[in-house]
C-alpha cells in the first residue's frame, strides 16, 4: 500500500522515512516533492571507453541546457530512503509535458537504501533545468515478508552513478 502524505510526513518524524533536507510544503496526497540537484552529466557513446562517456554539464547563469534526444544523469538534492518502506521516484507530470523524462526506467528503490539518488533525465526537447528546482516525487510503499536490506553498489553513493552493468560479465550472460 502506498503511504498518503500525511504519512509520509509522519514517519519522517517517527525517523521511519528519511527525506534530509526535508520541507513539509513539498508533501503531495501521497507523495514528496524532490529537487535536482547540481552535478549533471551528459552520457553518449565512446567505444575506446568501455563504451560510455560521462561529461559533467556546467550550469551558464544558473541553468543547464539538457539537448534533445540525449541522455543524462543528475542526482536527487535531499537524501531520501527508509529501512521500512520501499521508495519509488518518478518525474513530475509538469516536468514532462515539457518533454523532460525523469527515471524511465529505474524508478523503483530499495528498502534500507537511504541516499542521494541517480536520476535519469532524457529530453525529448531542448529544455533547461535548474539545480535546485523540483523535478520529481518519491511515494513510499509498504513491504510484505521479511524485507532483504540492498546492499548494493548504487545505494553507496550521494551523486550521480553510472551503470556498472558493463563491468560485471556474468550479469551480462543474462541477456545473451
Known amino acids: 500500500?502506498?503511504?498518503?502524505?500525511?504519512?509520509?510526513?509522519?514517519?519522517?518524524?517517527?525517523?521511519?522515512?528519511?527525506i534530509d533536507p526535508f520541507d513539509e510544503a513539498?508533501?503531495?496526497?501521497?507523495?514528496?516533492?524532490?529537487?535536482?540537484?547540481?552535478?549533471?552529466?551528459?552520457?553518449?557513446?565512446?567505444?575506446?571507453?568501455?563504451?560510455f562517456r560521462h561529461d559533467l554539464v556546467?550550469?551558464?547563469?544558473?541553468?543547464?541546457?539538457?539537448?534533445?534526444?540525449?541522455?543524462?544523469?543528475?542526482?536527487?538534492?535531499?537524501?531520501i530512503?527508509?529501512?521500512?518502506?520501499?521508495?519509488s521516484l518518478i518525474g513530475r507530470s509538469s516536468v514532462g509535458r515539457l518533454g523532460l523524462f525523469v527515471q524511465l526506467?529505474?524508478?523503483l528503490g530499495h528498502q534500507g537504501a537511504v541516499?542521494?539518488?541517480?536520476?535519469e533525465l532524457l529530453a525529448a526537447l531542448d529544455?533547461?533545468?535548474?539545480?535546485?528546482?523540483i523535478i520529481g516525487q518519491v511515494s513510499f510503499w509498504s513491504t510484505q515478508g521479511t524485507p532483504a536490506p540492498y546492499l548494493g553498489?548504487?545505494?553507496r553513493h550521494n551523486r550521480p552513478m553510472p551503470s556498472k552493468l558493463h563491468e560485471v560479465p556474468s550479469a551480462m550472460q543474462e541477456f545473451q
Open 153 to 155: 553498489w548504487y545505494g
Open 1 to 18: 500500500m502506498i503511504l498518503t502524505g500525511h504519512a509520509i510526513a509522519e514517519a519522517v518524524s517517527r525517523g521511519d522515512i528519511v
Open 127 to 133: 529544455i533547461y533545468v535548474y539545480p535546485g528546482q
Open 115 to 119: 541516499h542521494r539518488w541517480t536520476l
Open 105 to 107: 526506467s529505474a524508478d
Open 26 to 51: 513539498r508533501i503531495n496526497p501521497n507523495s514528496y516533492n524532490y529537487r535536482l540537484g547540481e552535478e549533471i552529466y551528459q552520457v553518449s557513446a565512446d567505444p575506446d571507453r568501455d563504451g
Open 58 to 79: 556546467a550550469p551558464v547563469d544558473g541553468r543547464v541546457l539538457l539537448r534533445k534526444g540525449q541522455l543524462y544523469l543528475g542526482h536527487t538534492v535531499e537524501r
Open 81 to 87: 530512503g527508509s529501512g521500512r518502506y520501499v521508495t
